[in-house]
């Protein structure tokens, strides 16, 4: 079997938050590399995937030997500022229920971690948290 493809893999991870958040109330979704400018006054998330350690879990070579890919997810999550954490929280609430400890296209996800308040918001004037959810992919070559 071939190395897993990591724009698969990136693809079922972001397409279920980017779907969530197309359900009502909507809420634009972000990626890396993508520009934007924020709406003032809206609410809006960005989400990032970051692959980490790959090992070995069976002895073998380019065949016939299964190796486990690590990575994170983190999802930022910006609501109007002066307006409480409620909103913030609604979002949260809907991105860890589609993360928490489960399997998806082979993709396994840990429990979620958040919603953490960030002190200071970038870009200012909103409140901001995140949610960080590890994952592991078992790749079968």
């Known amino acids: 079997m071939a190395a897993?493809?990591?724009n698969d893999v990136r693809s079922t991870i972001e397409s279920r938050l980017e779907?969530?958040?197309?359900?009502a109330p909507p809420v634009p979704v972000i990626f890396h590399n993508t520009p934007f400018t924020?709406?003032?006054?809206f609410s809006w998330c960005q989400c990032l995937l970051t692959f980490g350690n790959s090992n070995y879990q069976t002895l073998g070579?380019?065949?016939?030997?299964?190796n486990s890919i690590s990575g994170v997810v983190s999802m930022n999550i910006f609501t109007p500022k002066g307006q409480g954490p409620g909103a913030n929280f609604e979002i949260g609430k809907r991105i860890r229920d589609l993360y928490n400890r489960i399997i998806v296209s082979g993709v396994s996800f840990d429990a979620p971690i958040g919603p953490q308040v960030l002190?200071?918001?970038e870009p200012?004037?909103?409140?901001?948290t995140q949610i960080r959810v590890?994952?592991?992919i078992y790749e079968a070559l």
Do not use: A, M, V
């Open 4 to 6: 897993t493809d990591l």
């Open 124 to 128: 200012e004037g909103y409140f901001q």
């Open 119 to 121: 002190e200071n918001s």
């Open 134 to 136: 590890t994952f592991d």
């Open 19 to 23: 779907t969530e958040l197309k359900k």
């Open 38 to 41: 924020p709406t003032p006054h």
């Open 61 to 66: 070579g380019t065949t016939g030997s299964t």
